[in-house]
């Protein structure tokens, strides 16, 4: 079974320009998750979608990202114009059912390394 | 208070020792709880979850769980350099909001 697919591996961009990232989650999966981790920190969740709903986006800063999910399937997250702050590791990741359920599992993508310089 | 912390690091043990690491969350409505290792430069892979309280063993893992102390905690035994690695704490609080990470506990091993 395939996994989690995301591209770029890595991307570096110069502040105020645009960046967009791309996931493939693990076929069959309903849910796919949008995360940034900062060095040093956790992953913090941008975005939740369940098939091409949204189910959570409290935190996503909707004035320079968004995000969509066309057909339930694969996902683009984009920044618009990025901020230094932004320089991050972008992960994506899946699950089967809708992430609610007591045993739902996700999995990670190898994420997207962004710099902004 | 932050919903999901970690014991602060880094966690530095010997070869062989046993590693402990530690979490505490805040919604007591959480129902799953994981543990994922992360090394340096690759994404989290899961390594245990655990739902009920007691104790869930897997190979040199065992992830112990109490409700009542909202804590969760993660046993290394016979720890090995390959070890060596961020341990991130994930609740399901199983609202808008379903997993939820904790900082992460840095693990080195030492040979």
């Known amino acids: 079974e395939a996994g989690v697919a995301q591209s770029p591996r890595y991307k570096i961009i110069e502040k105020r320009q645009s960046v967009a990232f791309w996931c493939n989650p693990i076929?069959?999966?309903?849910?796919l998750y949008w995360y940034q981790q900062i060095l040093g920190q956790g992953p913090k969740l941008l975005i939740q979608?369940?098939?091409?709903?949204?189910?959570?986006d409290s935190q996503l800063p909707k004035d320079r990202f968004s995000a969509e999910r066309l057909k339930g399937v694969d996902s683009t997250l984009k920044i618009q114009p990025a901020k230094l702050e932004d320089s991050a590791v972008y992960l994506c990741a899946s699950s089967l059912g809708s992430g609610r359920a007591r045993g739902e599992t996700q999995y990670f993508g190898p994420g997207t390394r962004l710099l902004v310089l | 208070q932050k919903e999901v912390e970690q014991n602060s690091g880094p966690l530095s043990v010997p070869e062989g020792a046993i590693a402990s690491l530690n979490c505490t969350y805040s919604?007591?409505?959480?129902?799953?709880f994981f543990w994922y290792r992360q090394y340096s430069g690759k994404s989290p892979e899961l390594i245990m979850s655990i739902y009920s309280n007691g104790d869930k063993e897997d190979g040199r893992f065992t992830a112990q769980l109490n409700k009542a102390s909202q804590y969760v905690s993660l046993l290394i035994r016979d720890s090995q350099p390959s070890d060596s690695a961020t341990y991130l704490c994930a609740v399901n609080m199983g609202r808008g909001q379903n997993f939820v990470f904790g900082p992460g506990t840095r693990l080195s091993v030492l040979p």
């Open positions: 076929s069959g999966h309903a849910t």
């Open positions: 919604d007591r409505g959480s129902q799953s």
């Open positions: 979608f369940q098939n091409n709903g949204v189910v959570d």
